[in-house]
């Protein structure tokens, strides 16, 4: 099973690495990361490179393909090469899946019409233009589209996806040499749950809101 993780320039880095950790974990998997060119290509705050593997043209089948989200995902809404390859390699997928902002381009490839979906809960409201509904939880699985919520929710997503794919014991193992088992300092992890005042600051100062 071929799973291709989708690179651009700034995107934030635990939504690509968060699924990779977990999927690639999966017996028979095999994962790629692919941009437009090959080569380094820098996360959202400039600090860490991840390597793509591959070109997009490279990898014109993969099984799963992950969208990650991040500032520079605005600089690709209308990149005809990455929304030609999203449609040409959802049509040839068992599953095609987003973290973050990265469900705004699986709706900008058109994929999200009449679907179920989420993504940062600022960018909520975005998905609506290209015809989905959108939800405000952390991981919705419509049809063979999944989406996930911020950042960290593609962790979630990852596991969700495995469960489905390999079993929920698989799923429960790769949680468990993960340790992946969150428990915070703080409950501001969602918008229903952090200060209002810090709600309304971060509403005022992103260009995700729809105003």
């Given at each position: 099973?071929?799973?291709?993780?989708?690179?651009?320039?700034?995107?934030?880095?635990?939504?690509?690495?968060?699924?990779?950790?977990?999927?690639?974990?999966?017996?028979?998997?095999?994962?790629?990361?692919?941009?437009?060119?090959?080569?380094?290509?820098?996360?959202?705050?400039?600090?860490?490179?991840?390597?793509?593997?591959?070109?997009?043209?490279?990898?014109?089948?993969?099984?799963?393909?992950?969208?990650?989200?991040?500032?520079?995902?605005?600089?690709?809404?209308?990149?005809?090469?990455?929304?030609?390859?999203?449609?040409?390699?959802?049509?040839?997928?068992?599953?095609?899946?987003?973290?973050?902002?990265?469900?705004?381009?699986?709706?900008?490839?058109?994929?999200?019409k009449g679907r179920r979906a989420t993504s940062?809960?600022?960018?909520?409201?975005?998905?609506?233009?290209?015809?989905?509904?959108?939800?405000?939880?952390?991981?919705?699985?419509?049809?063979?589209?999944?989406?996930?919520?911020?950042?960290?929710?593609?962790?979630?997503?990852?596991?969700?996806?495995?469960?489905?794919?390999?079993?929920?014991?698989?799923?429960?193992?790769?949680?468990?040499?993960?340790?992946?088992?969150?428990?915070?300092?703080?409950?501001?992890?969602?918008?229903?749950?952090?200060?209002?005042?810090?709600?309304?600051?971060?509403?005022?100062?992103?260009?995700?809101?729809?105003?």
């Open positions: 099973m071929q799973i291709a993780i989708v690179l651009f320039d700034r995107f934030t880095a635990l939504d690509a690495v968060g699924p990779y950790e977990i999927l690639s974990r999966m017996p028979g998997a095999g994962t790629v990361f692919a941009a437009e060119r090959p080569g380094p290509v820098l996360n959202d705050s400039g600090s860490l490179t991840l390597v793509a593997d591959k070109a997009l043209a490279e990898v014109p089948a993969p099984d799963v393909v992950i969208v990650p989200g991040g500032p520079g995902q605005w600089d690709q809404m209308e990149n005809g090469v990455l929304l030609d390859w999203l449609r040409a390699a959802d049509a040839a997928s068992t599953w095609t899946t987003s973290v973050c902002t990265g469900s705004l381009l699986l709706g900008a490839a058109g994929l999200l940062h809960w600022l960018a909520l409201e975005r998905l609506r233009p290209f015809g989905a509904e959108p939800t405000g939880e952390r991981v919705v699985t419509d049809g063979k589209y999944v989406t996930s919520a911020g950042v960290s929710s593609g962790i979630d997503m990852g596991l969700t996806l495995l469960g489905r794919i390999a079993g929920d014991d698989a799923a429960r193992s790769v949680q468990l040499v993960t340790e992946y088992d969150p428990q915070p300092p703080y409950d501001a992890g969602s918008p229903e749950k952090a200060p209002k005042a810090l709600v309304e600051e971060w509403r005022a100062r992103s260009r995700l809101t729809v105003r």
